[in-house]
């Protein structure tokens, strides 16, 4: 299995709504990451978790909580967001540092 | 300031045609990867160099890496319609598992 999954494709949230995303893979990578992009930008790195701990945070501001429950999933836990978060949010993973990152499709979130 | 920034921003050819396209890098790096995204998409990898490499081929793809201008370009030769695409260089900046991407070039092929 090579692919990173992530649920749900869409997302449509108020801002004080809270909800969550997920990624998985079954690659037996020990780094995930979660980053945002927005239209016609590069995506931008929010977080990196490697072997199951947070290892860099982008200084994404604390309405965006990731979390690692274990070697093959990954969240991102939304609350209070704002219109400005509405993008598409992309998870990745990667076997070894250095190596090609394998992407999911993303959500498409939009913030009203 | 940002890793990675390519140039042409877009590109538009005709299917057959050889499409370049470039990516300059300001800090040293260990490696530097090709990326493509069809529109609201993931990213998929197409390859990757290392800063010892000076050219790399993959099928209709080829990359060359000069670390003295710090710059890369990737060309696709005769392409294709489902080449249509964002192209984005990605770089290491020589930290373990984090890599900035480049602006990206949008390649559109004619058919």
């Known amino acids: 299995d090579t692919e990173v999954t992530q649920t749900p494709k869409h997302l449509v949230m108020g801002m004080t709504n809270k909800k969550s995303l997920k990624c998985e893979q079954h690659?037996?990578?020990?780094?995930m990451y979660w980053y945002k992009q927005k239209a016609k930008k590069p995506p931008e790195l929010m977080f990196v978790y490697s072997y199951e701990k947070l290892s860099i945070n982008e200084s994404v501001p604390s309405r965006f909580s990731p979390e690692c429950p274990n070697s093959s999933l990954l969240n991102l836990h939304l609350h209070a967001l704002q219109p400005e978060d509405s993008a598409l949010y992309l998870c990745?993973?990667?076997?070894?540092?250095?190596?090609?990152?394998?992407f999911g499709p993303g959500t498409r979130l939009t913030v009203l | 300031s940002q890793q990675g920034e390519e140039d042409p921003q877009a590109l538009s050819i005709q299917e057959g045609e050889n499409a370049t396209m470039n990516c300059s890098y300001k800090?040293?790096?260990?490696?530097l990867q090709w990326y493509r995204q069809n529109s609201g998409r993931g990213l998929v990898h197409l390859i990757l160099i290392r800063s010892n490499e000076r050219e790399k081929h993959s099928g209709r793809l080829r990359v060359t890496l000069d670390t003295s201008k710090k710059s890369s370009s990737l060309l696709i030769t005769a392409s294709r319609a489902a080449d249509t695409a964002s192209y984005f260089c990605?770089?290491?900046?020589?930290?373990?598992?984090?890599?900035?991407f480049g602006k990206g070039t949008l390649l559109t092929v004619n058919p």
């Open positions: 990605a770089t290491d900046g020589g930290s373990n598992y984090k890599l900035t």
């Open positions: 990745a993973s990667t076997g070894l540092a250095f190596n090609e990152q394998f």
């Open positions: 800090t040293s790096i260990n490696n």
């Open positions: 690659m037996g990578h020990r780094a």
